[in-house]
Each structure stands twice: as structure tokens, then as C-alpha cells.
């Protein structure tokens, strides 16, 4: 059975740093890219970042470029998504998923249950 | 970046009904179209990509179409087990953005 598990969220205060992890199984976790996906408190779903199966390419959202990295261990089956310079904005349910294939370009078949990051003082 | 526009917004139709949603991208994405169902309090479920093709367990009142920039989502007999926000995505090209969501309810 393909399962993600996220964690690492928490409260932080603002310019803070938080590591979120998402550890996978029941599926070669190499073979597929894997996106962050995160949701605010009563709002839509973001896009945030990808990675590919190979972990050679990445991508992100405007609005975490340059302050977000996304990266994984394959030996681990785990994801990872570093938070810096977090702003209150950031304050959002962050889900980790699976893409279809191994490009960043697929669609996302299966979601975990999320981990919640707080940004407030 | 690429934009993606659902309408509407939200909306109330009531049990048996034929219910559409639209997404349009702000330029064309192929086919590279995926819709997504989430149940309130829910983790988002995939329902369709490649803007048309039923994800495996997705009962077949849901159906999708487009290709370019405009794509629709059908549920053909609207049940009171699809109240949920929909979102299209777009995963053409990086950012793999999501529309804003359609709230449907049953009236």
C-alpha cells in the first residue's frame, strides 16, 4: 500500500527555519517525483515545489523561491522540504505527494495527511 | 506563469443534477490537466488527469474534457457524497499551479 507520512511542522516565529520530512513506502520511492503542496487555514490548495525521481531538477513556487529547498534521499525514502525566513504567509497545512512518474510534470496520485506549520510571535 | 481560472466559484445544484465546472489556463497546457476532489476536513483525491482519463475507483458519473486552454469537469448525476471544493491543476510546466476551487453543495 503506497503511504507518505509528513512531519516536522510546528510553531516558529517569524524569519525562522523549520525542516518538514515525508517518509514514504510501498512503492519505489526513486521511480517518482514528489511535490509540496500546502493549504492556509480556510483557503485553496498552493502549489509550492517539486522534485524529480533522480532528485536532478527542481522547481518552486514564486512566492518561496529562494527561501524554501526542496530535496530527497532515496536511500531513506524521504522527502524533505528546508523553510527559512518563514513569513506569517507561510502559516498553511503542508502536504506531501506523490507524482505519477519520475518528471515534474504529473499529476498527484497519492497525498498525505499533512503537517501544519504555524509562523506567529 | 501560467494561470488557472475556475468558475464558478461555488455552486448549490441539487441531487440527479448534471453539474459543469470550468478551468481555463491562461495559456495553453496540452492536455496536462488534472482535477482533484477534496471532502471537507479531507485530504485532497485525485480524479481525472491527462484532462479526460478516470482515476482507477473513480465512479464514472465524473468525466472531464479539453485540451489547450479550456477544460471542463461533468458530474453527470450530482449525489450527496460529491459535496467537496474541486481544483484543476495545471502540471504542463512549473509552477504547477492550482485553480482557486469550486465549492459545490447540494440545494
Known amino acids: 500500500e503506497v503511504q507518505v507520512l509528513e512531519s516536522g511542522g510546528g510553531l516558529v516565529q517569524p524569519g525562522g527555519s523549520l525542516r518538514l520530512s515525508c517518509a514514504a513506502s510501498?512503492?519505489?520511492?526513486?521511480?517518482?517525483?514528489m511535490s509540496w503542496v500546502r493549504q492556509a487555514p480556510g483557503k485553496g490548495l498552493e502549489w509550492v515545489s517539486v522534485?524529480?525521481?533522480?532528485?536532478?531538477?527542481?522547481f518552486y513556487a514564486d512566492s518561496v523561491k529562494g527561501r524554501f529547498t526542496i530535496s530527497r534521499d532515496n536511500s531513506k525514502n524521504t522527502l524533505y522540504l528546508q523553510m527559512n525566513s518563514l513569513r506569517a504567509e507561510d502559516t498553511a497545512l503542508y502536504y506531501c505527494?506523490?507524482?505519477?512518474?519520475?518528471?515534474?510534470?504529473?499529476?498527484?496520485?497519492?497525498w498525505g495527511q499533512g503537517t501544519l506549520v504555524t509562523v506567529s510571535s | 506563469d501560467i494561470q488557472m481560472t475556475q468558475s464558478p466559484s461555488s455552486l448549490s445544484a441539487s441531487v440527479g443534477d448534471r453539474v459543469t465546472i470550468t478551468c481555463r489556463a491562461s495559456?495553453?497546457?496540452?492536455?496536462?490537466l488534472a482535477w482533484y476532489q477534496q471532502k471537507p476536513g479531507k485530504v485532497p483525491e485525485l480524479l481525472i488527469y491527462?484532462?479526460?482519463t478516470l482515476q482507477s475507483g473513480v465512479p464514472s458519473r465524473f468525466s472531464g474534457s479539453g485540451s489547450g486552454t479550456d477544460f471542463t469537469l461533468t458530474i453527470s448525476s450530482l449525489q450527496p457524497e460529491d459535496v467537496a471544493t474541486y481544483y484543476c491543476?495545471?502540471?504542463?510546466?512549473?509552477?504547477?499551479?492550482f485553480g482557486q476551487g469550486t465549492k459545490v453543495e447540494i440545494k
Open positions: 510501498g512503492f519505489t520511492f526513486s521511480r517518482y517525483a
Open positions: 522534485i524529480t525521481g533522480s532528485g536532478d531538477n527542481t
Open positions: 505527494a506523490r507524482g505519477s512518474n519520475s518528471f515534474h510534470n504529473s499529476e498527484l496520485d497519492y
Open positions: 491527462a484532462a479526460s
Open positions: 491543476q495545471n502540471y504542463n510546466s512549473a509552477p504547477e499551479t
Open positions: 495559456q495553453g497546457i496540452s492536455n496536462y
